[in-house]
């Protein structure tokens, strides 16, 4: 079995026999690099795989009328988020610069800075126990940026989240697409609040369901925010604003 891998592969460079070498080892090339390649080939296919069939889609449109947007980066560096929080004004380059600049020469001077032969974590603690309080510090640092963020958010509440569009907390399907009112407002709304109601000038009124019941809507809509949204959101009849409206109770989202 075990000579049976040892064959050439068809198609790569010869190579000594493996009698050659010592036992327990294996040529470097072509052996180990090709197993190499291979699994780094099997997870790039893989990966693109993943990727195909996991789209990515982009979010809103940015809108830098945008007030009540918080910008708060990807997940991976709420760490470094938080910590440049507790350097105000001028110390915010300790937070930014001089503190991952010492964490990270730290980690590369490491090979030299530990030359004892010895490779289990017991038996190294200095360096196990530094490792694990940073993991652990990187840990702490990105829950709390993320519970501060989520306690701003809840701060502004729902009210403000959706103005603006950006921040529409709420996502989901658009709810009966074929009424009447899906047609109208396609026509004379989608423009500023998103073909799939997902806003661009306006707000994003996903969800809007959630807040406002049909009359409350005819009501809005009916007057309008001069001179952002004109009267009846550019209907013509209060009939098509009745509909529109009614259609737009229904959108219960999440
Ligand atoms: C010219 C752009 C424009 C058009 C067209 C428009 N809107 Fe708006 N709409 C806005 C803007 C901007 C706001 C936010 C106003 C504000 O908060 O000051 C808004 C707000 C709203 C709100 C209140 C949202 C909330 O979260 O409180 C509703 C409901 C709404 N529009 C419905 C409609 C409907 C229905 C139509 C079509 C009949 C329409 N709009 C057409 C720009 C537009």
């Known amino acids: 079995m075990a000579e049976h891998y040892r064959e050439r592969i068809p198609g790569t ?3 000594k026999r493996d009698k050659e070498y010592p036992p327990g080892t294996e040529p470097f090339f072509p052996n180990f690099l090709l197993k190499e390649w291979i699994v780094g080939a099997m997870f790039l296919v893989g990966f693109i795989l993943w990727v195909i069939f996991n789209p990515v ?10 007030t009540t947007f918080i910008p708060v980066p990807d997940w991976y560096f709420l760490f470094l988020y938080q910590l440049l ?34 490779r289990h974590p017991f038996k190294r603690p200095i360096a196990t126990a530094t490792m694990v309080l940073s993991v652990l510090f990187m840990i702490w640092l990105t829950y709390v940026a993320a519970e501060e963020h989520k306690a701003e958010l809840a701060k502004q509440g729902p009210q403000a989240t959706t103005p603006g569009g950006q921040q529409g907390t709420a996502s989901g ?11 109208l407002y396609a026509q004379s709304c989608s423009g500023c609040h998103g073909p799939n109601l997902e806003g661009s000038f306006g707000p994003s009124l996903l969800g809007i369901g959630n807040r406002m019941n049909a009359a409350q809507l005819s009501d809005v809509i009916s007057k309008g925010f001069p001179p952002k949204m004109p009267a009846r959101g550019g209907l013509q009849s209060d009939e098509q604003v009745k509909k529109v409206a009614e259609w737009l109770a229904k959108q219960k989202q999440k």
């Open 57 to 66: 889609g982009l979010e809103k449109v940015a809108n830098p009328e945008d």
């Open 85 to 118: 929080k507790y350097f105000p004004g001028k110390y915010v380059v300790f937070g930014t610069v001089v503190i991952p600049a010492i964490a990270t020469l730290a980690l590369l001077l490491a090979p030299w800075l530990d030359r004892r032969k010895e």
């Open 13 to 15: 460079p010869r190579f």
């Open 173 to 183: 399907p658009v709810v009966d697409p074929e009424d009447e009112g899906a047609k």
